[in-house]
């Protein structure tokens, strides 16, 4: 009887074991999915990383960095590692996933809407939570940004077709991934010119002509509509990925920043593949 109970704990203890291996390896997938898209395809770190010669500075990483002063805002990008004074160290999950998808911080004032956030209405359960568990591993880094100056009340634009969340079903179709994938990374909010009330997302889309004032001098978003003449219709599939990755045009200049590029570079070979199916059914606009 004694060997009998002692088998039985030990089969309890190994199933245990594996419950907790198996708890641990979801985790780990989690945190491994948020690592990817915080640092790839959403390019947190063009605007919350500090810069020097050689590119993002480490070892402050996420800890706020650009600033914006335009007509309705100027505003400084915050400091989003797990510092609880100046971070967001003290935020919960859920006031995290509120900024992230409705542009609410906790204490009710909304973002400047230079942060997408009305892009990320769109992000799957999976995904929010993935970039959520990954900003928890950043390291706290103390770095106090400037409080925001509001010049006029923040909106929440939310490109079309993006209003709500997609299922991880909806990305198993190649455009429709495409769709999801360009709109997180948010790449018609500088690809779509302004109109009388904010960004033309009916009459414009995709078509460029928005102006990036930097110490680059100035830059401007090009037309990727499928347009022949004035967007990329007559772009082959490497030409369109060598300039999302590599910054280079088709006629082999090169691109300015804010083109995320260098973070556009660690995309999977199938998340390329996505966008430059969707970026083909994109109306061509002149």
Same mark, same amino acid.
């Given at each position: ?107 009710? %004032?909304? &973002? #400047?809407?230079? !942060? ?9 359960? +999976? $995904?929010?939570? *993935? ?50 994938? %360009?709109? &997180? #990374?948010?790449? !018609? ?9 904010? +960004? $033309?997302?009916? *009459? ?68 390329? $593949? ?13």
């Amino acid at each position: 009887m004694r060997v009998g109970i002692l088998a039985l704990a030990a089969l309890l203890s190994l199933s245990g074991n594996a419950a907790a291996q198996s708890g641990n390896a979801a985790a780990q997938s989690l945190v491994e999915r948020g690592n990817y898209l915080v640092n790839t395809v959403l390019t947190c770190a063009n605007c919350h990383t500090p810069k020097g010669p050689g590119g993002d500075v480490a070892d402050k990483a996420f800890s706020g960095f650009l600033h914006f002063d335009e007509p309705p805002f100027k505003v400084t990008a915050s400091n989003i590692t797990q510092d609880k004074e100046t971070g967001i160290g003290n935020w919960t999950d859920e006031q995290i996933k509120t900024v992230l998808r409705k542009g609410i911080k906790p204490n009710g %004032v909304p &973002v #400047a809407m230079v !942060m997408p956030s009305g892009f990320y209405e769109i992000m799957t359960e +999976r $995904d929010l939570n *993935a970039v959520v568990a990954y900003l928890r591993t950043v390291k706290p880094v103390s770095n106090k940004v400037p409080d925001p100056i509001y010049k006029m009340p923040q909106g929440h634009p939310i490109p079309p077709g993006g209003d709500k969340p997609y299922t991880e079903v909806m990305l198993t179709d190649k455009v429709k991934k495409g769709f999801y994938l %360009v709109t &997180v #990374a948010h790449c !018609m909010e500088c690809h779509t010119p302004f109109g009388p009330r904010g +960004r $033309d997302f009916d *009459a414009k889309l995709g078509a460029g002509g928005a102006e990036f004032p930097g110490p680059w001098g100035t830059s401007t978003s090009r037309n990727i509509t499928s347009s022949k003449t004035k967007g990329i219709g007559e772009w082959t599939d490497d030409e369109i990925k060598r300039a999302i990755t590599q910054g280079i045009r088709k006629d082999g200049s090169k691109l300015m920043p804010p083109m995320g590029y260098p973070y556009y570079a660690r995309m999977t070979a199938d998340d390329l $593949d996505a966008i430059v199916a969707y970026l083909r059914t994109v109306p061509a606009k002149e």
